[in-house]
């Protein structure tokens, strides 16, 4: 006997269908997966002998091969336990021809516990998403119901295998396997981080308003305590609200990762801090079964790397490719996925190992081949992709000591807020959100050079080596600091003023 249950798998960020071919034939007892399953669905034949019987079923005693079509595709997931479990019932008759038939009209997702409960499974939005668009109704596990409320698309939730096949044979209607609306869950309110907080550094404060205004990358060089770290964790409070589709997007990614937690649609921008001794892999994703990495996981949010020249070099190397492109792809043997990774890297560094180089009250201990091999983890390639540097001065007293606060985070925001509703207008109907990922045709026709522009930009250029990336990024950089004058065209103390914000083109990063 044949049966045939429709159930979904993810490539990248995307689901695509799956059909699930359970065939019994008379010969040794066994259940084999075919269709290049991974550990995980290669592993599920335990768990549904386990939850067939223990839901009162009889598993047959016969030969089960079980087809996962299209055959060239690697599956994986634990979500493919239950569309198996039902294709052994209807394949044995257990079914009757009407609960099959009915079943037909489903695309079912789903983990089983050994005693046939269901559990959450991952990347049940994307699948939710595809499975809107096939025009059929899903079958999710309970605790997946807030990314089914996500996708729009129709679904039930059935807590058991038991409850599930009654359901098809009618033995209960649909208000039982079918949870209500469940109303997006208060977020706590995170401690309040704001600028106000950080006593001076007024240069790295102007540059991290024009990275958040623009979307542009920023590394900040400074003696340890002089505030680097508080500023990038301010950072977030004040970049613009996600819209709609950036929103769905990150939910898809932290779904695919099953770390939805309790949200239903994520509303606020991410804040992801790996530390130092993160693998390449971890990152930017992959591995054997690819999975996205914490550069994907910052899509549309922020990426802080603290200690910047302590990750290693092959770590930072790999960075080149999402700050360039905005995404990451992943080659294996059998297959090529690509993960969004369009974030604003926020790094920062020590100016040496021992943190006091150029401090004029303690001497540094660091030898010139230690600082040089601290320095060189840092390529010129990956310099050349970040937009603003800024260095920062130890605080002084008279600083420290202020009683007045300075500028709120809210008072940034306004400004950043404003700059973006240019850029949104300025690039409407097309896929660029703001300055940092202008095209070579935006960056023509948005950043016309204001008179005598050219002979400042051709002696810079001359004189520190500069690159036409980082033309391009002095010239888009320029465009958000007039957005945020609100000035409709660059001017000459825009370009001056980012110049003040690229040292390393000055000097080179082992002579900061």
């Known amino acids: 006997m044949l049966a045939n249950i429709r159930t979904g798998a993810i490539k990248g960020i995307e689901g695509f269908e799956v059909s699930v071919e359970v065939d019994i034939a008379p010969g040794l007892p066994s259940l084999s997966v075919v269709g290049l399953p991974d550990i995980e669905v290669r592993e599920s034949k335990d768990r549904v002998t386990a939850a067939v019987r223990n839901s009162g079923f009889d598993f047959p005693s016969k030969r089960i091969t079980v087809n996962l079509g299209p055959a060239e595709l690697r599956k994986s997931g634990t979500h493919f336990d239950l569309p198996i479990a039902l294709g052994i019932l209807a394949a044995s008759d257990q079914l009757s021809a009407n609960a099959t038939q009915k079943l037909s009209r489903f695309l079912v997702l789903g983990e ?77 309110p995170q401690t309040e981080l704001d600028f106000s907080d950080v006593k001076g550094q007024a240069l790295a404060k102007r540059a991290l308003e024009i990275a958040a ?175 603003l540097t800024v260095n920062l001065n130890p605080v002084k007293y008279t600083d420290w000591n202020k009683h007045s606060e300075g500028e709120t985070s809210a008072q940034i925001r306004e400004r950043v807020l404003k700059a973006r509703e240019i850029q949104r207008k300025r690039f409407a109907g097309t896929t660029t959100t703001a300055n940092a990922f202008m095209t070579p045709a935006q960056l023509k026709a948005f950043c016309p050079l204001p008179p005598g522009a050219d002979t400042i930009l051709e002696a810079a250029m001359r004189k520190f080596g500069l690159s036409a990336r980082s033309l391009d990024k002095i010239l888009k950089t320029a465009r958000t600091i007039a957005d945020l004058e609100g000035s409709e065209n660059i001017e000459t103390k825009h370009l001056i003023e980012v110049m003040q914000y690229r040292p390393l083109d000055r000097k080179g990063v082992a002579d900061v």
Request: charged residues 20%; glycine residues 8%.
């Open 112 to 188: 089983l516990a050994l005693d046939g409960s269901l559990r959450p499974c991952a990347g049940v939005l994307p699948m939710l998403i595809s499975c809107k668009k096939l025009n059929k109704t899903a079958v999710i596990p309970p605790q997946n119901v807030l990314e089914g409320q996500v996708s729009a698309a129709p679904f039930i939730t059935p807590h058991t295998l038991r409850e599930l096949v009654d359901y098809l044979e009618e033995r209960i209607d649909e208000t039982a396997v079918k949870i209500q609306f469940i109303p997006q869950e208060e977020t706590a």
């Open 213 to 387: 205004a623009g979307g542009h990358n920023v590394l900040m060089i400074g003696l340890p305590g002089t505030g680097k770290s508080m500023l990038a964790k301010r950072f977030p409070g004040i970049l613009p609200p996600l819209t709609q589709e950036e929103a769905l997007e990150i939910t898809k990614i932290y779904s695919i990762c099953n770390l939805m937690g309790k949200s239903k649609l994520l509303t606020q921008r991410p804040f992801r801090d790996p530390h130092h001794t993160i693998s390449d892999v971890a990152l930017i994703g992959g591995g054997s079964n690819p999975r996205p990495g914490e550069v994907s996981l910052a899509h549309n949010g922020v990426l802080f790397l603290d200690e910047f020249a302590e990750f290693s070099r092959s770590s930072l190397e790999v960075l080149r490719e999402p700050l360039e492109n905005g995404q990451v792809t992943i080659s294996r043997a059998k297959e090529t996925v690509s993960y969004p990774a369009r974030f604003t890297l926020v790094a920062a560094m020590n100016p040496c190992p021992c943190g006091n180089l150029g401090n004029p009250l303690k001497p540094c201990t660091c030898t010139p081949m230690q600082i040089n091999r601290y320095k060189s983890r840092i390529s010129g390639p990956l310099l050349d992709r970040i937009d």
